[in-house]
Nanobody, 126 residues
Framework: VQLQASGGGLVQAGGSLRLSCAAS????????VGWFRQRPGKEREFVAA????????FYANSVKGRFTVSRDNAANTLYLQMNALKPEDTAVYYC????????????????????WGQGTLVTVSS
């Protein structure tokens, strides 16, 4: 499966953005999928994940209550709704598929994800 993230941009603190991740090559419904981000000078970190049926989600503590991950399997697309954005959310955001399925203990490690798409840059100004 090939993934392409989009929807990034420049937004003021407190604002919102919605990221999309379009899949091609295979049906996204076959995969547990997640969002990661890489802030300047930092390692890639887990943001959120969603299971195949879209009835379970998992979030990093830093975004819980502000970000919402969702998917439209018919459209072969993953989304990340980001509200109440903070300057520390500034990062390149990536989508990827889990190679370990829906196993909570593995979801936060980027080494358990593959098919990384090109990221999309989100910049939050203060």
């Amino acid at each position: 499966v090939q993934l392409q993230a989009s929807g990034g941009g420049l937004v003021q603190a407190g604002g919102s953005l919605r990221l999309s991740c379009a899949a091609s090559g295979r049906f996204l419904s076959s995969y547990v999928v997640g969002w990661f981000r890489q802030r300047p000078g930092k390692e890639r970190e887990f943001v959120a994940a969603i299971n195949r049926a879209a009835d379970s989600t998992f979030y990093a503590n830093s975004v819980k209550g502000r970000f919402t991950v969702s998917r439209d399997n018919a459209a072969n697309t993953l989304y990340l709704q980001m509200n109440a954005l903070k300057p520390e959310d500034t990062a390149v955001y990536y989508c990827a598929v889990s190679t370990r399925g829906w196993t909570i203990g593995t979801l936060t490690s980027s080494s358990n994800f593959g098919s990384w798409g090109q990221g999309t840059l989100v910049t939050v100004s203060s």
